[in-house]
């Protein structure tokens, strides 16, 4: 049987989701906002979703952004992941 490749994504892809979850805090936000503005040009803040969790301890934001290349986005996940409160980013 063969394998099945992954997907290619050609870039750059415009509207290429990323969603992050974590500790649900004005913090997280911001922070998920600083790195996308830095990482990501032409990043709109206000496509951002948001969700909290049932219990409201976690939150879901998922953004939208040009990507240009497997470089940035790598970069994105470095510097979410980074943080303690991030506990995903996909």
């Not at 099945?4 to 974590?22: H, M, Q, S, T």
């Not at 952004?65 to 303690?84: D, F, M």
Request: hydrophobic share 35%; charged share 25%.
């Amino acid at each position: 049987m063969a394998e099945k490749e992954a997907p290619k994504i050609e870039f750059p892809c415009e509207d290429y989701p990323i969603k992050v979850l974590g500790d649900a805090s004005d913090e997280m936000v911001s922070l998920v906002n600083e790195v996308m503005t830095r990482e990501a040009p032409g990043y709109d803040a206000s496509r951002n979703q948001v969700k909290g969790s049932r219990n409201g301890r976690f939150q879901s934001i998922t953004v939208w952004v040009t990507a240009t290349g497997e470089p940035q986005l790598k970069r994105i996940h470095e510097s979410l992941s980074a943080s303690p409160m991030i506990k995903m980013v996909m």
